[in-house]
Each structure stands twice: as structure tokens, then as C-alpha cells.
Nanobody
Framework: QVQLVESGGGLVQPGGSLRLSCTSS????????VAWYRQAPQKERELVAS????????RYEDAVKGRFTISRDNAKNTVYLDLSNLKLEDSGVYFC??????????WGQGTQVIVSS
């Protein structure tokens, strides 16, 4: 059973950077494609990026392309999301889970990113 744990969020100024981490306290993530999502206040949760179980074929939504990088270290059972050149509109709670189109795991608590000057 996969139990997701996200971490690494925080308060950062516009233009700043953060590294988010996603791991599982239960079964390993290494056999699964994983995606990052985010949810801003009063908005629906939206897909940000995804990556195959092997680390191949990272994909990004247009709003974050060129600024965010998804990667994984299967030996550490961790999927990362590097956020750079952050904008105010990147603020929200970031979650990891399966990509769209497959059954999701139970959602974790997420990690909050606040971009503010």
C-alpha cells in the first residue's frame, strides 16, 4: 500500500526556487509513474508534471514548462519537483499521486508553496 508523503514547501520570493519531495511510507514508488499536482485556494487541483517509473518521458503542463523539473531517484523511493523562477500564481498546495487516467492512491497531506514578496 502506497502512503504518500510530500515535503519541501515553504515561503519563497518571486523568482526563487524550491525542491519538493514525494515519497511513500508504505510500498515503493519505483514501479509506478508519478505525477505532481497543485491546488490553489478556491481552485481545482491541477496536474503539473509527470514522469514514468523509469524516469523517462518527463511531461509538463504549459504553465510550468521551462521552470519546473520532475525527476526521481528510485533507490531513495523519492520523486522530486524542482521549482525555479517561481511566480505568485505558483502558490498552492502541491501533491503527488498517479498520473491521470489510472486509479489514484489515497492523497497525502501535500506541501504548501507560498510565493510572496
Amino acid at each position: 500500500q502506497v502512503q504518500l508523503v510530500e515535503s519541501g514547501g515553504g515561503l519563497v520570493q518571486p523568482g526563487g526556487s524550491l525542491r519538493l519531495s514525494c515519497t511513500s511510507s508504505g510500498d515503493s514508488l519505483s514501479d509506478y509513474a508519478v505525477a505532481w499536482y497543485r491546488q490553489a485556494p478556491q481552485k481545482e487541483r491541477e496536474l503539473v508534471a509527470s514522469i514514468f517509473h523509469s524516469g523517462a518521458f518527463p511531461r509538463y503542463e504549459d504553465a510550468v514548462k521551462g521552470r519546473f523539473t520532475i525527476s526521481r531517484d528510485n533507490a531513495k523511493n523519492t520523486v522530486y519537483l524542482d521549482l525555479s523562477n517561481l511566480k505568485l500564481e505558483d502558490s498552492g498546495v502541491y501533491f503527488c499521486n498517479r498520473p491521470p487516467g489510472v486509479s489514484t492512491w489515497a492523497w497525502g497531506q501535500g506541501t504548501q508553496v507560498i510565493v510572496s514578496s
